[in-house]
């Protein structure tokens, strides 16, 4: 079956701009995650949604939001975006998320959407 | 935010040597994985572990969660160049609430293996 998808791959904005990124998780999977990586702070988590609510948040200002849609379809959004957000996300599907230890928590990773702000 | 300790940083080897790494935690995670990362791909799940102290294997992978459950070792034996990667180890607690989703990941283990 397709993995995660994310659109677009590579993307290039300038300071003070926002930016919106998509992610199309695994089929049948309810509960997306999505990740920033940087080589200063390696991968650290921003937000959680499972149908269609937002049930967790990493350490990052509101800047970034994200929502997911009845299709389970995640997109996260960064405004005013500042240089130091230059970086890799990747979004992560999994069948559910926290609760019983299972392999349905088990997290697969899209190809990521590579920003640079300059 | 919380890190996971990952050593070595870096490893350069030869084909057909064997290969171990680690994560340690000031914290207990319930669930341990290890993935491995190529240039321009998302991280690849390599092995879930689940329960301390259990021993799991995957091909020429074996990674281990341990009785503390604040670490974990994943050994690589005789390396091929298709190993080369970025190995990351990442631990996750399942108790709902501010855990969901959330992975904390390790800063990775650079592997290169020369033919």
């Known amino acids: 079956k397709a993995g995660v998808t994310q659109t677009p791959r590579y993307l290039i904005k300038t300071r003070g701009q926002q930016v919106t990124l998509s992610c199309s998780p695994i089929?049948?999977?309810?509960?997306v995650s999505w990740y920033q990586q940087t080589p200063g702070q390696g991968l650290q988590f921003l937000f959680e949604y499972f149908s269609e609510t937002q049930r967790n948040k990493g350490n990052f200002p509101g800047r970034f939001s994200g929502r997911q849609f009845s299709n389970s379809r995640s997109e996260m959004n960064v405004s005013t975006l500042e240089l130091g957000d230059s970086a890799l996300y990747l979004c992560?599907?999994?069948?559910?998320?926290?609760?019983?230890?299972?392999?349905?928590?088990?997290?697969?990773f899209g190809p990521g959407t590579r920003l640079t702000v300059l | 935010g919380q890190q996971l300790n990952q050593s070595p940083q870096s490893m350069f080897i030869q084909e057909g040597e064997d290969v171990s790494m680690n994560c340690t935690s000031s914290?207990?995670?319930?669930?341990w994985l290890w993935y491995k990362q190529e240039p321009g791909e998302g991280p690849v799940l390599l092995i879930a572990?689940?329960?301390?102290?259990e021993l799991t294997s995957n091909g020429r992978l074996t990674a281990q969660f341990g009785i503390t459950r604040k670490d974990s070792f994943l050994n690589i034996s005789a390396s091929i160049p298709s190993d080369v990667g970025i190995y990351f180890c990442a631990g996750q607690i399942n108790a709902g609430g501010t855990s969901y989703g959330k992975l904390t990941f390790g800063q990775g283990t650079i592997l290169t293996v020369h033919p």
């Open positions: 914290s207990i995670f319930n669930t």
């Open positions: 572990l689940y329960k301390a102290g």
């Open positions: 992560a599907s999994s069948l559910t998320s926290g609760g019983l230890l299972s392999s349905y928590n088990e997290q697969f």
């Open positions: 089929s049948g999977h309810r509960s």
